[in-house]
């Protein structure tokens, strides 16, 4: 059985459903291909996002239910337990039900007239002189397909079998952090509206441990490291983490997912002859946190953008698609440089250091400096912004310093 249309997206995560609703809107004949029954599910995702984040992208206002909790402050603790509070003038995150999220995306470009394929898992790509001209699809693990199109818009996820075939060099998987989230109920001594952040290379070198609490008194509680057993970590960072084992020794843990994420900043080439990856497909997550949604999203909606010019033109070659590269660097590039630096940074602390770096930010009172910030997505250019503050810039000194003299 065949089927055509004008573009083809794979996958309907967030980036993917999002890519789609675009995609729609400008008009563009597209086919989103999911493997699984339903958009966001198995959800794997902490779902903790910028409030602005959202809003640049038109998000502001998301259905009853989707936006579990804002946050106003976030702890920062080290091994040791020392704990470094930001508190901010307001509520400046939120933590989103992924699913619900995904869902809301998936039925807003329904509506503006994407077609869903789901049970629909895209096997490979079909290439015909040196172009991507469709994909191979398995329905519902039985049923074959090829669907005819113009531009494939990859929105795999992580996995990037289908940024590989297209020739394109895949994610370094030495950037990579395995992460597990869990849903846990009777959390003790949080404040419902602050974000606690654990920094311990003991439970999650490489990035964090995270406890994200809602006001009924259950949070979604995560950690993703570089080496060990992810369930381990996360067993042993519940019962024996100086300050998380206190606030979770009553809770139960209702649900994990297990889930890797990509630091690595994004792939060198996003683009292809009828081919973009977009998402975590091509990496672009913030290499600091781990957040994908909004610079995915982003991202997505360039896409869009660039595929239904692409589509008017008839000219779906690299050498137009590459404006899609262009314009997302444009967007995005000197904040990814920055945050990889300051991930490489932090990955050379050890556990003392860390230590000694929190002491510094309660003893010069980095918060008062931190209390206005709105823009946690674009952080190197919120850097630019937070170092004319003098305390600031008594930090950055420091943090060089500290810099070097880490361990390599
Ligand atoms: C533990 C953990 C916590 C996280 N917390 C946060 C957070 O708090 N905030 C944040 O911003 N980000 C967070 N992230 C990152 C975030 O989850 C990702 O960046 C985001 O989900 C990327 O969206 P995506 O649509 O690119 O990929 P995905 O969400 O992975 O979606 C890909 C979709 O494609 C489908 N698919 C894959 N292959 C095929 C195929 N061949 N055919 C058809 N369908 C296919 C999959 O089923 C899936 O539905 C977290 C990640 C992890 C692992």
Sequence with gaps: ?????????????????????????????????????????????????????????????????????????????????????????????????????????????????????????????????????????????????????????????????????????????????????????????????????????????????WLMPRPDGTAKVGLAAKRGNPRELFQKFISKHPVASKQLSKAKVRRMAFHPISLGGPICRTYANGFLAVGDAASQVKPTTGGGVVFGLTCARIAAEVVAEALRRNEASSNFLQLYQERCNSSLGFDFKTMLRARKFINSLSNEKINNAIQFCCKFRLDNALKDIEEIDFQGQTLIKILTKPAVFAGLAYFLLLYLTANP
């Design 1 to 209: 059985m065949n089927s055509a249309s004008e573009a083809v997206v794979v996958g309907s995560g967030p980036v993917g459903a999002f890519a789609a609703w675009n995609l729609a809107k400008l008009g563009v004949n597209v086919t989103v291909f999911e493997e699984h029954a339903e958009a966001g599910i198995p959800s794997h995702c902490a779902g903790h996002l910028s409030i602005l984040g959202l809003k640049k992208l038109g998000l502001e206002v998301l259905p009853k239910g989707v936006v579990e909790n804002n946050y106003s402050g976030a702890n920062f603790y080290s091994a040791k337990g020392t704990k470094f509070s930001v508190r901010l003038s307001k509520p400046v995150t939120c933590a989103v039900n992924r699913a619900l999220f995904d869902k809301f995306l998936a039925d807003r470009a329904e509506k503006a007239g994407a077609r869903f394929s789901l049970n629909s898992r895209v096997k490979s790509l079909v290439l015909k002189n040196g172009f991507v001209v469709g994909v191979n699809v398995d329905r519902h693990s039985a049923m074959e397909m090829q669907s005819e199109t113009k531009v494939v818009v990859d929105c795999e996820g992580i996995s990037s079998r289908l940024v590989r075939q297209a020739g394109l060099a895949i994610l370094d998987h030495h950037e990579l952090v395995h992460g597990v989230e869990a849903e846990v109920e009777g959390v003790d001594n949080v404040v419902s509206d602050e974000v606690e952040v654990y920094l311990d290379n003991e439970y999650a070198r490489g990035l964090y441990g």
